[in-house]
């Protein structure tokens, strides 16, 4: 349905649709100020565009990259993104997602090791540097593959999890994952990343915790108790870092879900945002000297939304740019860019230029034109060819634990199977 939304045949078609609609939508002039460098504590990315973690459902079965991730990862490294942000990677067997995905041990660490120095070396060779390379620590909390690990009671959704106990994941399991996260992120350091990013967004369990509000306990209730185990992992994974080794983190600032059970929503009931815990959480990340993380809005798609996704777009960047401009000291790279098909370039430079964030990342747009990077440099335009159409084909392959890629304009590699 999405593909129908986003035909756009001129950025002045956007701006009138957004007029139309009512809504801002931040579209620049030109693509230029994505090709600028960024710098952040000692670090220096060669541009502000970065691939966004994307699953591709195609690990072998003991968590290490396949060829098929090899060559995902090949490609984002030839076009020439100054950062490439790896999927969600599981950090242990209980924490897993469903059998296909990456996962992070002593055993797997040196096929991660081969990963990384190959995606150096493509990007070296293609475009003169390597790109900043992100790892994405994961615990898929109630949706791991075993026994889903719940942190909190949603009503209506827990009867349908295949292995549901009735019971919550206790603190003293949480207090385990905390230590888990700290050894992800030593062996990402080992792996030869440069950044490992504990991921609290999109319902897992990191996520799921920041709106416990009915758990007891520790880790439920209060912003302190909430937040714990996604600060405690962070200072964990912290152990490991030094002038070469960052921590990250990428937060979901609102998930789309009524209180209580979502993050970022006003208490007063509905699901109306208000980002002051997201800033305060913000905050806190750079007082503990954090210096770029990246925001995620998750599927927020609201009911009104559902029938233009223009209208949840704007919302994407008023909340991003609400956070941004109230915690300046952070950099910030910001999500959703692959709407716009060829004009997403400038959508998310109008982004950059009006302080909603500091660097991009796109999803599915490195899926269907893994070249999008080179192209905006080269000619300020995603190629019209090329571009990814928002059609949901990668979302449907991953939903069917397929290995995951564009069906449109890859579909050698990833044929629709009936
Ligand atoms: C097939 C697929 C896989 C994804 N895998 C991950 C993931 O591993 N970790 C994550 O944080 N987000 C994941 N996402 C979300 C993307 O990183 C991104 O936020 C989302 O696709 C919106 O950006 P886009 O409009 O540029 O695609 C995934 C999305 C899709 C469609």
Redesign the pocket.
Same mark, same amino acid.
């Given at each position: 349905m999405a593909q129908n939304w986003f035909r756009y045949r001129s950025p002045e078609e956007i701006r009138a649709d957004a007029k139309a609609n009512g809504v801002h939508i931040p579209l620049a002039e030109s693509a230029g100020v994505l090709r600028e460098k960024l710098s952040f504590g000692s670090v220096t990315l060669e541009n502000r565009i970065g691939v /966004?973690?994307? *699953?591709g459902v195609d690990s072998l079965p003991s968590g290490a990259p396949s060829e098929l991730t090899f060559r995902r990862y090949g490609r984002f490294a030839r076009g020439g993104a100054g950062l490439i942000w790896l *999927?969600?990677t599981a950090t242990s067997q209980a924490g897993r997602s469903h059998r296909y995905q990456l996962m992070l041990n002593e055993k797997t660490l040196p096929a991660f090791q081969r990963l990384a120095d190959g995606i150096r070396e493509e990007g070296l060779r293609q475009n003169g540097f390597a790109p900043y390379l992100v790892i994405?620590a994961h615990h898929a909390g109630r949706m791991a593959e075993g026994r889903p690990m719940v942190a909190r009671f949603y009503p209506g959704r827990d009867e349908k999890l295949r292995g549901f106990t009735g019971k919550l994941v206790s603190d003293g399991e949480l207090e385990a994952v905390e230590e888990e996260m700290g050894n992800f992120a030593g062996l990402a350091k080992k792996a030869g990343f440069d950044a490992v990013e504990i991921?609290c967004?999109?319902g897992y369990l990191l996520g799921e915790l920041l709106s416990a509000y009915e758990r007891p306990g520790k880790y439920g209730g209060s912003f302190e108790n909430r937040t714990r185990l996604t600060r405690n992992a962070v200072k964990a994974a912290k152990v490991h870092r030094d002038a070469r080794f960052l921590v990250t983190a990428?937060l979901g600032i609102r998930d789309g879900e009524p209180y209580p059970y979502g993050f970022g929503v006003r208490k007063d009931g509905g699901d109306a945002p208000d980002m002051t815990e997201p800033v305060r959480l913000v905050k806190e990340f750079a007082r503990e000297g954090m210096p770029f993380l990246n925001l !995620?809005l998750g599927l927020t798609l609201t009911a009104a939304a559902e029938k233009n996704p223009l209208l949840d777009l704007a919302r994407i960047a008023d909340l991003t740019g609400q956070v941004k401009k109230a915690c300046p000291e952070m950099t910030v790279s910001g999500? /959703?860019? !692959?709407?716009f098909r060829e004009f997403a370039g400038l959508h998310a430079a109008g982004c950059v230029e009006e302080g909603v964030c500091d660097h991009v990342?796109?999803?599915?747009?490195a899926f269907a034109d893994p070249d999008f990077p080179r192209e905006l440099r080269d000619t300020g335009r995603i190629d019209p060819g090329k571009t990814c159409l928002a059609c949901g084909g990668?979302?449907r392959?991953?939903g069917a634990r397929k290995p995951?890629g564009c069906v449109v304009r890859d579909r050698e590699t990833y044929p629709v199977r009936e």
């Open positions: /966004a973690p994307m *699953e *999927e969600a994405q991921k967004c999109h990428r !995620s999500t /959703a860019f !692959s709407y990342l796109f999803g599915r747009m990668c979302g392959l991953i995951t």
